[in-house]
Each structure stands twice: as structure tokens, then as C-alpha cells.
Nanobody, 130 residues
Framework: QVHLVESGGGLVQAGGSLRLSCAAS????????MGWFRQAPGKEREFVAA???????????YYADSVKGRFTISRDNAKNTVSLQMNSLKPEDTAVYYC????????????????????WGQGTQVTISS
């Protein structure tokens, strides 16, 4: 089992940057695929980015089209952390951001499905002012 705690949220102006971090407990963190999701007020939770584990030391990054080129997901297995570097932030990026983890492999190959993830953090608020 994995316990996830996000940090790094805050208020920034449009065009600015933030770096979110997610600290994970557990001894097999390297075997987990990790994702970031977000939920804006009145909207459904949506996929942001994921780093999928393909076995051994092979990981692949996936991004929602809306953040591709602006956000970068990374992980440090030695520190049991996954991070989301967010650049060129826009007001529409405002949301609560959640870290999620899973050991399951997606049937269709996509890590964007929230139901794939078994473990979730409590979320961190990101607010972008215009």
C-alpha cells in the first residue's frame, strides 16, 4: 500500500511556474505508475500527466494535450517522489491537483483513466491569476 502526500501548490500569476511534489510511502515505489490529475470547481477530475512503469527501469511519460509542452512529470525512485513542473501557467490551470498511484497496467494502454489508480493524495490547490 502507498500513502501519497502532495505539496507545492499556491497562487501565481499567469505565465508563471510552479512545481508540485508528491511524496510516497512504501518500499516498492519504483513498481508503481504515478499520475497527476486535477479538478476545477464544477468540473470533473481530469488527467494531467502520468509516468507509467513498463518493467525494470523503463518508464514512459504521458500528458494531456492541454498541458503538453508546458508541464513535465518526473520521478525520483530513490526519494519516493514524483513531481510535476508546471510552466507557462494559465488561469484555466486553476484546480486542485491530485497525485495518484497504481500497480495495475492499463488494458488499453492509457494512463489517463482515473479508475486505474488505487491510491490518491489529498490534493493541493493551484490558483493562477490573470
Amino acid at each position: 500500500q502507498v500513502h501519497l502526500v502532495e505539496s507545492g501548490g499556491g497562487l501565481v500569476q499567469a505565465g508563471g511556474s510552479l512545481r508540485l511534489s508528491c511524496a510516497a510511502s512504501g518500499r516498492t515505489f519504483s513498481n508503481y505508475s504515478m499520475g497527476w490529475f486535477r479538478q476545477a470547481p464544477g468540473k470533473e477530475r481530469e488527467f494531467v500527466a502520468a509516468v507509467g512503469w513498463s518493467g525494470g527501469n523503463i518508464y514512459y511519460a504521458y500528458y494531456a494535450d492541454s498541458v503538453k509542452g508546458r508541464f513535465t512529470i518526473s520521478r525520483d525512485n530513490a526519494k519516493n517522489t514524483v513531481s510535476l513542473q508546471m510552466n507557462s501557467l494559465k488561469p484555466e490551470d486553476t484546480a486542485v491537483y491530485y497525485c495518484a498511484g497504481t500497480q495495475r497496467r492499463p488494458v488499453s494502454g492509457t494512463y489517463s483513466y482515473s479508475g486505474l489508480y488505487d491510491y490518491w493524495g489529498q490534493g493541493t490547490q493551484v490558483t493562477i491569476s490573470s
